[in-house]
């Protein structure tokens, strides 16, 4: 693939994990807070809303190694896992940056 087509497709990959990521935003999240889903999980399971992210993100990891493996056959797609496991870690940046904006709100 030259850079023309890649740089053509990674613009594709941007719409593509948009797509999936509002997707789910509409299922999982509440208007005032996508971080909703993670944090009540979070409070349920009682640990951190990080690592419920990071646990979500970890299933599709798996996924796309057993993919890798030869384990063609599975509920999701490649492609799907792979947009899944980058929304999750845009959702996983984001909560940790919001995170780190509050502390540094609280401490001023």
């Known amino acids: 693939m030259n850079k023309k087509h890649y ?3 990674a613009e594709y990959m941007v719409s593509e994990v948009k797509k999936m990521r509002d997707s789910g ?3 999982y999240a509440e208007e005032g807070n996508v971080f909703a889903d993670f944090e009540s999980t979070a409070k349920l399971s009682g ?3 990080e690592i419920v992210i990071y646990t979500f993100l970890n299933k599709h990891i798996r996924g ?3 993919y890798l493996k030869g384990h063609k056959k599975q509920r ?3 492609d799907g896992r792979i947009k899944d496991a980058i929304v999750y870690l845009q959702l996983l940046w984001a909560y940790v940056d919001e995170v780190e904006w509050r502390k540094l709100d ?3």
């Open 7 to 9: 740089d053509e497709f």
């Open 25 to 27: 935003q509409k299922e």
């Open 47 to 49: 640990i951190t809303p």
């Open 64 to 66: 796309i190694g057993s």
């Open 76 to 78: 999701d797609t490649l």
């Open 106 to 108: 609280e401490s001023k």
